[in-house]
């Protein structure tokens, strides 16, 4: 049974997000700050983080940020559920490594199928490597490699990364990408999109290059000296 942490400084919104995880067979846990969220997240290792970003020690993008860089914790999915509606904010928390985002007021029968979805993506990671010139990807171990060297990203890069890669040189498109990656649309931006292609190149290093901009169209993976558009 997946247990799920919520993080809330509002009692009532704990109680009913807890009362519908409960309800579709999930455990939870509750923190009502930061600092609770994040000594949870470790000593506990939830499943998934519910987040909201207005709590009154450290700021919810800060605790995703905290989260993402910590080798023990940057692997547990984070739905952000906050009050914050603005386009900014959403691509604030895709960038920070958020895995969906959902403003308040909500649905909570929406809410439990967005958990879901996202539990359900994390078991379908394929156990195949692959493999572009110096580039090597462990999806299994969701781990990145250039030139031998791991490569630290976040999980939304990986997922990006991953889903180029397996097209085999194929081009994804924009709206494809976002789909897959986001998992709905709605929620991703092609500036959100256009930010993660712009720190992908910039870790990848000398295999920065294989990640193509096909204009108009979308994105690919192709291998060293396939003649791309860069």
Request: aromatic letters at 4%; one cysteine or more; glycine letters at 10%.
């Given at each position: 049974?997946?247990?799920?942490?919520?993080?809330?400084?509002?009692?009532?919104?704990?109680?009913?997000?807890?009362?519908?995880?409960?309800?579709?067979?999930?455990?939870?846990?509750?923190?009502?700050?930061?600092?609770?969220?994040?000594?949870?997240?470790h000593?506990?290792?939830?499943?998934?983080?519910?987040?909201?970003?207005?709590?009154?020690?450290?700021?919810g993008?800060?605790?995703?940020?905290r989260?993402?860089?910590?080798?023990?914790?940057?692997?547990?999915?984070?739905?952000?559920?906050?009050?914050?509606?603005?386009?900014?904010?959403?691509?604030?928390?895709?960038?920070?490594?958020?895995?969906?985002?959902?403003?308040?007021?909500?649905?909570?029968?929406?809410?439990?199928?967005?958990?879901?979805?996202?539990?359900?993506?994390?078991?379908?990671?394929?156990?195949?490597?692959?493999r572009?010139?110096?580039?090597?990807i462990l999806?299994?171990?969701?781990?990145?490699?250039?030139?031998?060297?791991?490569?630290l990203?976040?999980?939304?890069?990986?997922?990006?990364?991953?889903?180029?890669?397996?097209?085999?040189?194929?081009?994804?498109?924009?709206?494809?990408?976002?789909?897959?990656?986001?998992?709905?649309?709605?929620?991703?931006?092609?500036?959100?999109?256009?930010?993660?292609?712009?720190?992908?190149?910039?870790?990848?290093?000398?295999?920065?290059?294989?990640?193509e901009?096909?204009?108009?169209?979308?994105?690919?993976?192709s291998?060293?000296?396939?003649?791309?558009?860069?």
């Amino acid at each position: 049974m997946a247990c799920i942490l919520i993080v809330d400084d509002d009692s009532d919104i704990q109680g009913l997000v807890g009362f519908n995880l409960k309800q579709a067979g999930f455990e939870t846990l509750c923190a009502r700050n930061g600092r609770e969220a994040l000594d949870q997240a470790h000593t506990c290792r939830p499943d998934l983080i519910i987040l909201d970003l207005m709590l009154p020690d450290l700021d919810g993008l800060e605790i995703c940020r905290r989260l993402r860089q910590d080798e023990g914790t940057r692997r547990i999915p984070v739905l952000m559920l906050t009050a914050r509606a603005e386009e900014i904010d959403r691509v604030l928390g895709f960038e920070l490594g958020a895995d969906d985002y959902v403003t308040k007021p909500f649905s909570p029968r929406e809410l439990v199928l967005r958990v879901r979805s996202i539990l359900r993506r994390g078991k379908e990671a394929h156990p195949d490597a692959i493999r572009f010139g110096s580039l090597e990807i462990l999806a299994g171990r969701r781990q990145c490699l250039v030139d031998g060297q791991s490569v630290l990203l976040t999980a939304k890069e990986f997922d990006l990364l991953y889903e180029l890669a397996h097209a085999h040189g194929n081009v994804i498109t924009r709206d494809i990408l976002m789909e897959r990656v986001w998992g709905y649309h709605g929620e991703a931006t092609s500036r959100t999109l256009d930010t993660h292609v712009k720190r992908l190149r910039e870790k990848l290093g000398s295999a920065a290059s294989m990640l193509e901009t096909v204009r108009g169209i979308g994105f690919r993976m192709s291998p060293p000296d396939s003649g791309g558009e860069g």
